[in-house]
Antibody, heavy 120, light 106 residues
């Protein structure tokens, strides 16, 4: 059974940092592209960042470029999201997700989500 | 960035009723994807490659469309179908989602 388990969320002050982790099991992690997707009641679902199977290619939404860093450790079956210079608008539930390869891409497995609250 | 606009935003349907949710893209996309989300749960893939049902999805669901207009249809509404449905494209980066359609039981 595929499992993606996020951790590391919490309450953080604006301008501070937080690192999310996502532990994967039940599939060959190194064969899958991985992503972070966040959700808020007002903005809905937003793709945040994605990383290729080997970690050599990373992509970010414009609003987090230069502040967030996605990475992965295939030996540990884990991906990460380092979030620096956090803003109130980063407050959301963050989901770890795998995505299919090729040009027909979608998010095929999701974690349960972790809450990040940015507030003073 | 391709903007996806779903309609209606909210819809109420009685058991046995036919339901159609529309997703319009600001530019042409090759395929559309749909997710179902219930309160407190993460989104679940529901329809992929525009018209293929994900594992475990009842065949009363169907997907169709091309270009800038796509739809999800439930042939006969059932109680368990009450949820929020989101469309998603990744024909171009960034991948984007529609704003969601909340389907309620009447």
């Amino acid at each position: 059974e595929v499992q993606l388990v996020e951790s590391g969320g919490g309450l953080v002050q604006p301008g501070r940092s937080l690192k999310l982790s996502c532990a994967a099991s039940g599939f060959t992690f190194s064969n899958y592209g991985m992503a972070w997707v966040r959700q808020t009641p007002t903005k809905g679902l937003e793709w945040v960042a994605s990383i290729s199977t080997g970690g050599g290619n990373t992509y970010y939404r414009d609003s987090v470029k230069g502040r967030f860093t996605i990475s992965r450790d295939n030996a540990k079956n884990t991906q990460y999201l380092q979030m620096d210079s956090l803003r109130s608008e980063d407050t959301a539930t963050y989901y770890c997700a795998s995505f299919t390869s090729g040009y027909r891409r979608y998010f095929d497995y999701w974690g349960q989500g972790v809450m990040v609250t940015v507030s003073s | 960035e391709i903007v996806l606009t779903q309609s209606p935003t909210t819809i109420a349907a009685s058991p046995g009723e036919k339901v159609t949710i529309t997703c319009r893209a600001s530019s042409s996309v090759s395929y559309m994807y749909w997710y179902q989300q219930k309160p407190g749960a993460s989104p679940k893939p529901w329809i992929y490659d525009t018209s293929k049902l994900a594992s475990g999805v009842p065949n009363r669901f169907s997907g169709s469309g091309s270009g800038t207009s796509y739809s999800l249809t439930i042939n006969t509404m059932e109680t368990e179908d009450a949820a929020t449905y989101y469309c998603q494209q990744w024909s171009s980066t960034p991948p984007t989602f529609g704003g969601g359609t909340k389907l309620e039981l009447k």
